[in-house]
């Protein structure tokens, strides 16, 4: 059975049993900073088991992405090395939300290990919580195990939950027994549950979570238990192929078998080689998956994890003598075997190859400099242990991060001092570094939720602008209170509203509130989600309001026009920027605001005058022929099958609005847009530029924005053009012929500097000294600049031939220092030292050459003096 057949089968299996299939979800977390990358079938489902979003489905199944490569989870190290572990992997899942539990969930399992992938039963055994008597008894009722084959075990295996307080529950796992000949040597003897390291694997969890654990850790029975499993596919497909490593699974070994052909080896033959292999292969999938779902390389956060996979796939493949790039054509391989359950990887194939080149070019050009520092400074060790200050030199000066170091230490059987490193880090904690700093989610207010149970607001705003609604819920400090007097800041939830909730980009609207009478009760003064299905409208109150009463809510009708017109604008920057640059550009973030837009997207160059032309040009040619807009709303999955884009980081239900320009633009929005194209007016970039690496960023305005753009730029060309006596037409050449008589006269500024300087040459021969046969001169000159100084310098250490020389000059910003010596004194006398002695002596810093430097100060009044003793440490000196 191969690895796609096995996937498929365990989604047919729930679907049959009313489970609705849903999609992976992407690596990145929509909405949850507190997670670096999804690591589990569940993570897409966590509002869902809090209670605090609904589905229209109680039961669900996935095959869900999976990076475990930082944070927490992190098994980076161990990938290569052992048959088990990686940094991507699928994690395949049945979930019951409030719906069956733990008899069903055990029968379901042991049906499909059994019946439907055909396990032998012998070569399977389970554990429970050790308290769980019912997991137990269910076991042997419902899957007929043997209790000889049930084993009870502690917390540490067999208790689950989300955080230190919140959902939580005992789970009960399937393990197979892989044989005797799988087993560590002289640990073939061992029975289940001592593992001789590898005859025994887990393939199935089963979480029941049926207690809440309150902060006092206090367990409560949950009012209804759900289940939440995960199967690991890449075990699995062991398992079921007969292989007693991951790595030689139809999912892993055709990579390892294309890097074995582009490095011109064989899989097999040398244990060095073959852990290098397997290391390329298992993070070419790391790397293809979480490119294409938005991540780039970079200095912090999930860039730096993504960084630090490809590097080590690098640097372990370059130990085995393979230097030239290689990673980009294993990303391209991986988008082809994964084919058949992730079609979508074959449309960024090109864009990660990019990213990918691009990156081992930088390794090619970086890295392998802080790696040749690395092994210079460990050359010179004594002892086993790297000093912290050498490390962090490593780290500060060639950019070559800890665990980088800890990885290549550890391959020379090397330590490195992490205590003084860290004393080192002290002054430099909020560089861009190893560890991922995840924001805590925000906690969700308990009354949110209370508000949330009484039914999910009613979102009207699509065709209406005002409406009657009722007040089901108000709120102060985020407390619900039954009322508000005027004057007061609150937040009102109504059982409808036309106002809309920000998300997806789209601010949230502003308005009034008015009651039955007319007079206005409130300003909104904006809408957000207060949790998934409840919109909290901020408002400052004018009279007083109670729950219950019922209001017309009106949007500010033209800041919602102009928020429109820009969320529309955006899509149509989108797709005219994936027509003019390549269909690997995808949307990384927007805001969308009533001034202005901000357009977000994957592309590695910035774009020239012609290429942001021609996106104007396709843009406002959609607008010009003022097509209609459609909406409609359909599955998931047929939304996609259309050709609609769905956004990076995006969470999307099972049913989802899809926006079309007809023949143009489709994409999944739930935003606000304009009837017809042609409402935008027009669209105007205003600003392009990079804001990460390989992601570029358009500001633009549309509408009466643009308008007032285009009346600002024309107010400013006019008076322009009456500063330089010249008409519109006439204006550039003017400003051209301007601009060149401007650069004329600074030469001839430059010109006459430069003379004056040198006539300075004769009138300072006399003021030198002679110390041992060589000229020394520490003056102060007038109204000089550096370049002045630096010229005239130059002119007496010529003429004089064996010379020191310290010039300085003050003016209103402070001491400008200049200090030269001739080439034979160099040995003897520092330019740079003695540039900084005095600049020290005038409160500040100077350095350089040994021949020639430069510094400054703020202290003139010290400047004669520090001149002066110029010579006497000249003297000591020659």
């Given at each position: 059975m191969t690895g796609h057949e096995i996937r498929q089968r365990f989604l047919d299996f729930f679907a049959q049993r009313g489970h609705r299939v849903v999609r992976s979800s992407s690596l990145v977390p929509a909405n949850d900073p507190t997670l670096l990358f999804a690591n589990a079938g569940m993570n897409q489902f966590k509002d869902t088991f809090l209670g605090l979003e609904k589905r229209d489905y109680s039961r669900a199944t996935t095959a869900q992405k999976c990076v475990r490569a930082g944070g927490k989870h992190n098994d980076l190290e161990n990938v290569g090395y052992t048959r088990r572990h990686h940094t991507f992997f699928e994690m395949l899942g049945n979930f019951s939300f409030g719906d069956y539990f733990k008899a069903d969930a055990i029968a379901f399992a042991w049906d499909l290990v059994t019946r439907e992938y055909g396990l032998a039963k012998e070569h399977l055994y389970v554990t429970v919580f050790r308290e769980d008597d019912d997991a137990e008894d269910l076991w042997q009722k419902v899957a007929g195990v043997?209790?000889?084959r049930i084993f009870r075990l502690d917390e540490k295996d067999n208790f689950w939950q989300m955080g230190e307080t919140g959902p939580c529950g005992p789970c009960s796992e399937i393990y197979y027994d892989f044989g005797p000949q799988a087993a560590e040597p002289g640990h073939e003897h061992e029975e289940f549950p001592e593992d001789g390291g590898g005859r025994f694997t887990?393939?199935?969890?089963?979480?029941?979570?049926?207690?809440?654990?309150?902060?006092?850790?206090?367990?409560?029975?949950?009012?209804?238990?759900?289940?939440d499993t995960g199967m690991g596919l890449e075990r699995t497909a062991a398992v079921l192929q007969g292989k007693l490593s991951n790595y030689d699974t139809d999912l892993i070994h055709p990579i390892i078998v294309q890097a074995a052909d582009l490095f011109n080896t064989t899989y097999g033959d040398d244990p060095r080689v073959d852990t290098a292999l397997r290391i390329a292969a298992d993070h070419a999938r790391a790397t293809a998956f979480l490119i294409h779902d938005g991540v780039l390389p970079s200095n912090e956060g999930r860039g730096y994890v993504l960084r630090k996979i490809m590097r080590r796939a690098m640097r372990n493949v370059r130990l085995i003598g393979v230097e030239q790039p290689f990673l980009h054509q294993l990303t391209a391989f991986v988008a082809g075997l994964m084919r058949p359950a992730y079609p979508e990887l074959m449309e960024s194939v090109e864009r990660v190859a990019r990213v990918v080149k691009d990156e081992e070019h930088r390794y090619a050009t970086t890295f392998l400099v802080a790696e040749r520092e690395f092994n210079d400074a460990i050359r010179k060790l004594e002892g086993h242990t790297i000093p912290g200050a050498v490390s962090f030199k490593l780290y500060d000066t060639y950019g070559l991060a800890l665990d980088e170091q800890e990885d290549m230490a550890r391959e020379h059987s090397l330590a490195i001092d992490r205590a003084a490193f860290d004393q080192e880090m002290e002054q430099q904690r909020e560089r861009a570094r190893a560890s991922w700093k995840g924001g805590g989610k925000g906690a969700v207010a308990p009354d949110y939720q209370k508000l949330l149970e009484r039914g999910r607001t009613k979102f009207l705003g699509y065709s209406d602008l005002e409406a009657e609604s009722r007040v089901i819920g108000l709120l102060v400090a985020r407390q619900l209170v039954d009322s508000v007097p005027a004057g007061a800041r609150a937040e009102l939830v109504f059982d409808q509203t036309p106002f809309y909730a920000e998300a997806g980009g789209q601010v949230g609207d502003q308005g009034s509130l008015y009651s039955a009478a007319g007079e206005r009760v409130a300003s909104v003064e904006t809408t957000f989600p207060g949790v998934p299905g409840l919109t909290v409208h901020r408002i400052l109150t004018h009279a007083p309001i109670a729950v219950?009463?019922?209001?017309?809510?009106e949007v500010a009708a033209p800041v919602r026009a102009s928020t429109r017109r820009n969320h529309t604008a955006t899509h149509l920057l989108h797709a005219s920027l994936r027509q003019v640059l390549g269909t690997h550009v995808k949307q990384a973030g927007s805001v969308v605001d009533p001034g202005r837009l901000r357009f977000d997207f994957t592309h590695y160059a910035a774009l020239d005058r012609a290429e942001i032309e021609e996106v104007e040009r396709l843009t406002n040619q959609q607008i010009l022929r003022n097509t209609g807009v459609e909406t409609n709303v359909m599955p998931l999955d047929q939304a996609i099958a259309t050709g609609a884009m769905a956004l990076f980081g995006e969470k999307y239900g099972e049913q989802v609005r899809v926006v079309t320009v007809p023949g143009f633009s489709r994409e999944l929005c739930g935003g606000t847009h304009v009837h017809r194209t042609g409402d935008i007016g027009i669209c105007k970039i205003i600003y392009e530029g990079s804001i990460s690496q390989g992601v570029r960023r358009i500001e633009a305005v549309t509408g009466e924005g643009a308008l007032r753009q285009y009346q600002e730029t024309s107010e400013a060309v006019r008076r322009i053009a009456g500063l330089v006596h010249a008409g519109e037409p006439d204006l550039i050449e003017q400003v051209e012929r301007l601009l060149a008589a401007e650069r004329a006269y600074a030469r001839q500024v430059e010109q006459l500097k430069e003379k004056l300087a040198q006539s300075a040459v004769g009138a300072l021969d006399g003021?030198?000294?002679?110390?041992?046969?060589?000229?020394?001169?520490?003056?102060?000159?007038?109204?000089?600049d550096r370049q002045q100084m630096r010229s005239l310098a130059d002119s007496l250490r010529n003429k004089w031939k064996s010379a020191v020389v310290v010039l300085a000059s003050v003016d209103e910003g402070g001491v400008s220092i200049v200090s030269a010596v001739t080439k034979d004194l160099t040995s003897k006398v520092h330019a740079g030292k003695l540039a900084g002695a005095v600049a020290q002596a005038v409160g500040g810093k100077g350095g350089g050459r040994p021949d020639m430097a430069e510094g400054g100060g703020k202290d003139a009044a010290a400047l004669d003096p520090a001149l002066e003793n110029v010579y006497r440490e000249v003297a000591g000196k020659l």
């Open positions: 043997p209790k000889s887990e393939i199935w969890n089963l979480v029941f979570m049926q207690y809440d654990r309150d902060a006092q850790g206090r367990l409560t029975p949950l009012p209804r238990p759900s289940i219950g009463d019922i209001l017309r809510a003021q030198a000294r002679t110390v041992n046969g060589a000229r020394v001169l520490a003056v102060r000159v007038e109204r000089m």
